[in-house]
């Protein structure tokens, strides 16, 4: 049974894993043992269809990193231009010193892609993003600051041919990750649990 110790502990975690994008020591490596050991929690995630499909890879060379941070430029430029959009002083900040993130996690998926079906989708990328989420967690239980991003997602064989990724492998988010260095992290404003919920059909709010 949990303790209101541990209940608060958890509750942290859960309610301050904000996107860390400046307040990060760039200069600082991280420890690979401390990684493995994120990747080891991560793994307890819950899988569906796909089983234990997942795979990390992590991206340390400088000179890779400076390739996928060009990548992942070009495709936030793309993508703010044809939707008209204003990225955030934050993100403009991570996307400036993308190349000098102590290390960036890829998370994949080891099997082929499932198709348009959204059941099938829904099964395949439901079997792995849990895992991702999972290590952001960890990684915000040991001060390492990352952030959920999926823009490279859509550069699938340019990633690829930097990374040496098999024809077979999905990639899904990549979380930059670095030692956090004087981030405040703080529950979000969000909207109120009653005002985003229904009971037994949609839009009615009447719980039992």
């Not at 307890?44 to 796909?50: C, E, K, L, V």
């Not at 990390?56 to 070009?74: A, H, M, N, P, Q």
């Amino acid at each position: 049974m949990n303790t209101p110790n541990d209940l608060a502990s958890v509750d942290r975690v859960l309610s301050t894993a904000r996107s860390v994008r400046r307040k990060l020591d760039f200069d600082r490596p991280l420890d690979p043992a401390v990684v493995h050991e994120c990747i080891d929690i991560a793994t307890q995630a819950p899988t569906g269809a796909a089983g234990e499909s997942w795979r990390f890879l992590i991206v340390t060379e400088e000179g890779k990193k400076r390739v996928l941070s060009r990548l992942y430029t070009d495709v936030l430029d793309q993508f703010t231009a044809q939707r008209g959009l204003q990225i955030k002083p934050t993100q403009k900040a991570l996307v400036a010193r993308l190349h000098e993130i102590p290390a960036m996690v890829f998370v994949c998926a080891n099997a082929p892609h499932p198709g348009p079906e959204i059941a099938a989708q829904v099964a395949y990328y439901g079997s792995v993003l849990p895992a991702a989420w999972s290590l952001m967690l960890a990684f915000r239980a040991r001060h390492i600051g990352s952030t959920w991003t999926t823009l490279l997602s859509a550069r699938q064989r340019e990633v690829a041919a930097v990374l040496d990724i098999p024809d077979h492998v999905v990639q899904t988010v990549m979380l930059p990750a670095g030692y956090m260095k004087d981030a405040r992290l703080h529950r979000a404003e969000r909207a109120a649990a009653h005002t985003v919920t229904f009971w037994n059909g949609w839009d009615s709010r009447d719980g039992p």
